[in-house]
């Protein structure tokens, strides 16, 4: 007990002579601890460098731009809209269009109307691979989009040759083309092959010197790369020896003689990734075909319910309503930047600026007058 209570009256007298002492210099009392601390922050930069490197998720992620947030709420709702997808791509542009595209293909929602509805002169690619195209429509999508470079018709089980045939002779500047996939889109790729070599059989001439490139060449003259993956062997022994500037497969970075490669000719990467990157991919992670089958009588139910405003509705409304509460604020702003720059103009131009004396000296006079 006695040695509680001393114990307990030297605490206070303890703790003021801490209080008094200065602080110490820990690096240099416990130089051990110092290391141990150094090196751990060290670890820790280490770590951070290594993760931000490596794409980790703790790495701050680059937002998404407002504009891929809309389209991936239309994405999410695209078969609300395909019923009046005609009237809602009306004011669409050609780029956002594309977008649309991408996202109803991975959705299993895309098909003739809705490929005709989104058409655009504009674009220089087409991806409708695993889609439901046909002929008819892809004939009429060559002759409106008639700058097309690349073009991805795999698993396109209802194109064949005549729609492929309508494509070559439309669209003169087609570089790329991906086929195959299954077996129907197989067997027309191999019908096709005709149409990629020359008709040597067919020339007419007393000399090489008299013929002409179209005469022999085929309807296929720009293009340049084939993406055919699972081609049989007879098939690419055919176009390696009758028709060599098209290359089959392309490997590496340079093709048929030390050509660079195109990103639309390698396999591996799908051919609207640059358009479709800043979408979210939870887009589309459900297809248009579970929804119909987990909703097969959804018609049904929204007429039992009564009229209801679809979702591209509700979009046009808010964007009419925004559009007219930001019309006053537009007028003002442009009146704003209208008046600055006839001061800048005042300011820098001499002639102007004597113009603007000479009138107001004009307005003074008439006044005193």
Not at 298 to 317: C, I, N, Q, W
């Amino acid at each position: 007990m006695e040695k509680l209570k001393s114990a307990a009256e030297d605490t206070p007298s303890a703790l003021k002579n801490l209080q008094r002492a200065p602080p110490r210099n820990l690096a240099l009392n416990h130089p051990v601890g110092s290391i141990h601390f150094s090196n751990i922050s060290s670890r820790l930069k280490m770590l951070l460098l290594r993760n931000e490197a490596s794409g980790s998720p703790y790495r701050n992620k680059k937002p998404r731009r407002l504009v891929s947030l809309c389209i991936g709420v239309l994405g999410q709702h695209f078969e609300d809209i395909i019923p009046d997808i005609s009237e809602i791509s009306a004011e669409i542009p050609a780029e956002i269009k594309l977008v649309l595209l991408g996202i109803a293909r991975r959705r299993q929602l895309l098909n003739d109307n809705v490929l005709f509805a989104l058409a655009e002169s504009l674009w220089e690619i087409l991806d409708i691979s695993g889609s439901d195209v046909t002929d008819t429509c892809l004939s009429k999508i060559s002759q409106i989009c008639t700058n097309l470079r690349a073009v991805d018709i795999s698993r396109c089980d209802r194109i064949t040759v005549v729609g492929v045939t309508n494509l070559f002779n439309n669209c003169r500047s087609l570089a790329t083309l991906r086929c195959g996939g299954s077996p129907r889109s197989d067997f027309t790729a191999r019908r096709c092959l005709d149409l990629l070599k020359p008709n040597l059989n067919f020339a007419d001439g007393e000399s090489w010197e008299e013929l002409e490139i179209m005469d022999i060449g085929g309807i296929a003259q720009s293009l340049r790369w084939l993406v055919w993956p699972k081609i049989d062997g007879d098939s690419s022994i055919s176009m390696a020896t009758e028709c060599a500037r098209i290359c089959v497969n392309p490997q590496g970075s340079t093709g048929f003689r030390g050509l660079r490669i195109p990103v639309e000719a390698v396999h591996s990467v799908s051919l609207d990734h640059e358009v479709i990157q800043d979408i979210d991919p939870k887009t589309w992670a459900v297809s248009g075909a579970a929804h119909a089958r987990k909703f097969p009588n959804a018609s049904v139910v929204v007429e039992d319910v009564g009229p209801v405003l679809t979702m591209a509705e509700k979009f046009r409304l808010a964007f009419m309503d925004r559009d007219a509460r930001l019309a006053p604020k537009r007028a003002k702003n442009e009146r704003q930047n209208r008046r600055r720059a006839e001061k800048e103009l005042l300011m820098t131009s001499t002639s102007a600026k004597s113009l603007a004396l000479a009138s107001q000296a004009a307005k003074f006079l008439f006044n005193r007058s």
